[in-house]
């Protein structure tokens, strides 16, 4: 079977839970004996670019427009339209897999529709319901997609925001019609969609798969080697979120105070970007919190292996974050949000712990408690973790499921 899938970007790129996603399954399936590549397109960037490159085997091919953007213009691009007309003329596939759009815009949709190609969309976020993927307000407050159906005047939008049009809704369920399934990753995700009108009956929920790791190589970033060094013997919290608000940078920022109180000895590891005032928090909390730049996907493994907490206390509806199962893989326990998809992965006492959203000093005293129950119970829920990402998260379970569907679509 050849299958095309379709991004806003990848590895060497932007790596977010999308891309990695995508990068365990079209792997996982190029094993299995089928023919995969990968379409990279946006029309955000500073100069064109049409380029080839493999990525660990994977053949990808990469279409940059050069950004000339407006509310009609991030909706459907014609340029992106021809382009994927003439990939697939090109390659021929029997699948059309489309991932993230936002820098896309829904020309693959009516590219596959003209040329004829059964079509799926694996959904990470909420991008057709609100144009910022989160259906999340200015104040921090989350949408109701029953009663926001057009949009809101309140929405954030510090990050990326696309496709603000009157009736968006409407004209995104109108150009993508023509797509068999929309894959879900979690059922919060789902149900926010059927809410919203979505008829139920076009969606799968197939959770993401991750592969066995493969042996841990030494770090690639000296920052990392040198972090690495200094929290040797310390129990050990990581966050991943960076100076990202609907991460729970916010939420992180003021729970460490709260443990370093109780216990100056943990270390919080911080990776990622994001915005400055969250950033210089962290660092004012030195000698507590080491702080790390981007960290290449590759090194990530690292710091879940060495870390005896993973937070991830998101204030938006996340679906089904990747950092949950590659933190599993290692045996580390999540503290998260009891929102959107988080609770479906994390269950407490055995794989983690789940807070309110935005409640930092429930975020504390979690970090608190974990390290007051004896190495026997923490060693039992790393071992929880790692049984349950090879089991119910495992990569055959997701490819069996993602093959079936497309033999359902070709049927």
């Known amino acids: 079977m050849r299958i095309l899938f379709v991004g806003n970007t990848f590895p060497p790129g932007y790596t977010g839970g999308a891309e990695v996603s995508m990068y365990h399954t079209c792997q996982g399936l190029l094993g299995r004996g089928h023919d995969c590549s990968i379409l990279i397109l946006t029309n955000r960037a500073p100069a064109a670019t049409d380029e080839w490159y493999e990525y660990d085997g994977i053949p990808i091919h990469r279409l940059f427009f050069k950004t000339y953007r407006n509310p009609l213009s991030d909706i459907w691009d014609a340029r992106i339209h021809r382009a994927v007309r003439r990939e697939l003329r090109r390659l021929k596939p029997d699948i059309l897999h489309i991932h993230n759009v936002s820098a896309a815009t829904l020309a693959p949709f009516t590219a596959g529709q003209a040329e004829g190609i059964p079509m799926l969309n694996t959904l990470h976020d909420l991008w057709r319901l609100c144009p910022n993927n989160m259906l999340y307000r200015q104040d921090g407050s ?3 997609p029953r009663t926001a159906r057009q949009g809101c005047r309140s929405c954030f939008r510090r990050y990326d925001y696309w496709g603000a049009v009157p009736k968006r809704r409407s004209i995104i369920a109108k150009l993508t019609a023509s797509v068999r399934f929309l894959v879900s990753p979690s059922q919060a995700l789902l149900d926010r969609h059927v809410e919203a009108g979505y008829a139920p ?3 799968r929920m197939i ?3 991750v592969a066995e790791p493969s042996p841990l190589a030494a770090p690639a970033s000296p920052e990392l080697r040198r972090t690495i060094r200094t929290v040797a013997g310390h129990p050990i919290v990581f966050f991943g979120g ?7 940078a916010q939420v992180v920022l003021d729970a460490i105070p709260q443990v370093l109180e109780q216990m100056p000895e943990v270390r919080f590891v911080i990776t990622g970007g994001g915005e400055e005032r969250f950033l210089q928090g962290f660092r004012r909390l030195a000698p507590g919190v080491e702080m790390l730049g981007r960290i290449p996907p590759t090194d990530m493994r690292h710091l879940f292996a060495i870390a005896d907490l993973t937070l991830v206390p998101s204030v938006w509806h996340e679906n089904s974050p990747v950092v949950i199962y590659e933190s599993f893989q290692s045996g580390t326990p999540v503290i998260g949000s009891n ?3 988080i609770p479906e992965l994390v269950h407490p006492g055995e794989t983690g712990y789940l807070i309110s959203t ?3 000093q429930a975020l504390a005293q979690a970090i608190l408690a974990h390290f007051q129950r004896t190495p026997l119970e923490r060693r039992r829920m790393r071992q929880a973790c790692i049984q349950h990402v090879r089991t119910a ?3 055959e379970t997701h ?3 993602i093959e079936a569907l497309y033999q359902e679509m070709l049927a």
């Open 142 to 144: 989350f949408c109701d």
């Open 201 to 203: 009956e076009r969606f």
């Open 207 to 209: 959770p993401y798969g």
């Open 242 to 248: 960076g100076g990202i608000e609907i991460k729970g």
């Open 339 to 341: 929102f959107g998809g």
């Open 358 to 360: 935005g409640d930092s």
């Open 393 to 395: 998260l495992a990569l």
């Open 399 to 401: 490819l069996d499921a």
